[in-house]
């Protein structure tokens, strides 16, 4: 055992620069070391290896001399106001257009940019976990939830695509679906089930799946197609449009 220990150590020790693959090239960094940005050397290890190379031939480094930058007058603000007017014209969104208030239309997100009424999951209150059936009724009655003409045309026009946006199930909380209408209608009040209660509430949490509902979903755009071609030699004039919540 002894004898074997000795013969690998000399093995290892007689290692020559040969015997590893690029073993004379600096070692490769395996873990960060958190440092100041100042105190971070960002050459790389094609830079560092010319400098190695140099030291060991003792051979001085060839200094680069510092470009020389031109002196540019700062812009006046027609002539940058020009010039971000012929950028929006491009169509291309450049983030410099988004810190100017006057060309920021096209960066605002749609979500902002529509009229959404109050969410229903937001009339959530945590002093009401423990309260009995009368209690909460009581509050209810001085809860008023009241949604514009605007709001109402947001939301429909925000949600055709239905289960395809994020939108679908976030004004879909709180409210009692047609497919959930049955079963709320025959649910005590005072006790009603958990699994009703999650599914109205957060109904993106209770989706059903499997492979006929997924079927169904995948071949949901061919259906409507014969659908429509089907009531279009019965009726004049036929046609279906998008529904939104």
């Avoid at 009581?138 to 429909?156: G, H, I, L, P, T």
């Amino acid at each position: 055992m002894l004898f074997s220990i000795e013969a690998t150590v000399k093995v290892r020790e007689a290692r020559t620069v040969t015997d590893s693959k690029a073993y004379w090239l600096p070692a490769s960094v395996k873990g960060v070391v958190y440092a100041k940005i100042e105190d971070i050397d960002f050459t790389s290890a094609k830079s560092q290896k010319r400098k190695l190379d140099q030291k060991i031939l003792d051979t001085p480094l060839p200094k680069k001399g510092l470009s020389q930058l031109k002196p540019v007058n700062k812009p006046t603000d027609n002539e940058l106001s020009a010039f971000l007017h012929q950028l929006s014209l491009t169509g291309a969104q450049s983030a410099v257009l988004s810190i100017k208030e006057t060309f920021q239309q096209p960066f605002i997100p749609k979500v902002l940019n529509n009229k959404f009424p109050k969410l229903l999951s937001e009339l959530f209150n945590d002093e009401l976990i423990d309260a009995s059936f009368s209690e909460i009724l009581a509050y209810c009655k001085n809860v008023n939830v009241s949604v514009s003409k605007e709001e109402s045309q947001s939301v429909e026009l925000a949600t055709r695509s239905q289960s395809e946006t994020k939108l679908w199930n976030l004004f879909r909380s709180g409210r009692i679906t047609a497919s959930r209408m049955y079963v709320a209608c025959h649910s005590s009040p005072a006790q009603p089930s958990e699994s009703l209660i999650k599914s109205i509430c957060n109904p993106k949490s209770m989706k059903f799946v499997s492979a006929a509902t997924n079927w169904g979903c995948s071949h949901e755009k061919d259906a409507r197609e014969i659908y429509c071609e089907t009531l279009r030699t019965m009726h004049e004039n036929f046609a279906v449009e998008d529904a939104g919540s």
